[in-house]
């Protein structure tokens, strides 16, 4: 079964704090994982898909096949950073998206 | 990057009546879109992949006649609740693949809300 899990429902940490949200997967075959984003009364974007292995807004996510995770991380938390993050999936059926149940991100001043 | 446009932003009705939402992308051809319902804090839950000119494809435990979709052209879907109750009031979300192929770009929600 494909299913996406973000253990934690609320992340807080202070500004400057390294932070990592984690992410664990299961899906039976090549993965395509993403890392969305949903700032406060916004709609829900893109942050980071791990066939790019980019960069954004300081956010890294490394795919760890053996760990079957793809945790996100962020050396040095900002106060804009405070959103919900979610994780998803790219299932083999027409494309579309599993998500995990999302985790609030708090960074304190 | 690509727009998709949904309306409205938040509706109240009475139970018993039926809203529709619509979602479209506005400057590109969307030949799929996703359905999502979405309660507080919690993950969004995929209702059903709408297909230009085809019938929608439902996720298990999703009823059909109660959510209707229609996906008649490349740059509109729309989902109708018929016969809303208070237990369909939620946060309902649709994206479209982007012109590329690759993206999913999101709508901005429906927050619902039945009496």
């Known amino acids: 079964a494909q299913r996406v899990t973000q253990p934690e429902k609320l992340l807080s940490v202070f500004k400057g704090a390294p932070v990592e949200l984690k992410c664990n997967y299961s899906y039976s075959g090549s993965p395509e994982l993403f890392w969305y984003v949903q700032y406060s009364r916004q709609r829900l974007q893109l942050l980071l898909r791990h066939i790019s292995r980019e960069s954004i807004k300081g956010f890294t996510a490394d795919l760890n096949k053996g760990e079957t995770s793809f945790h996100l991380k962020k050396p040095f938390a900002q106060e804009e950073d405070s959103a919900m993050y979610y994780c998803?999936?790219?299932?083999?059926?027409?494309?579309?998206?599993?998500f995990g149940q999302g985790t609030e991100l708090s960074v304190k001043p | 990057g690509a727009v998709v446009s949904q309306h409205p932003s938040w509706v109240i009705c009475k139970s018993g009546t039926s809203v529709k939402i619509e979602c479209r992308s506005l400057d590109f051809q969307a030949t799929t879109m996703f359905w999502y319902r979405q309660f507080p804090k919690q993950s969004l839950m995929l209702m059903a992949t709408?297909?230009?000119?085809?019938?929608?494809?439902?996720e298990q435990g999703v009823e059909k006649d109660k959510f209707l979709i229609n996906h008649a052209s490349l740059t509109l879907s729309t989902l109708t609740v018929t016969s809303a109750h208070p237990e369909d009031s939620s946060f309902y979300i649709c994206s479209a693949r982007g012109p590329a192929n690759e993206k999913l770009f999101f709508g901005s929600g429906t927050q619902l809300s039945v009496l």
């Open positions: 709408s297909n230009e000119g085809s019938k929608a494809t439902y």
């Open positions: 998803a999936l790219k299932g083999n059926q027409g494309g579309k998206l599993i």
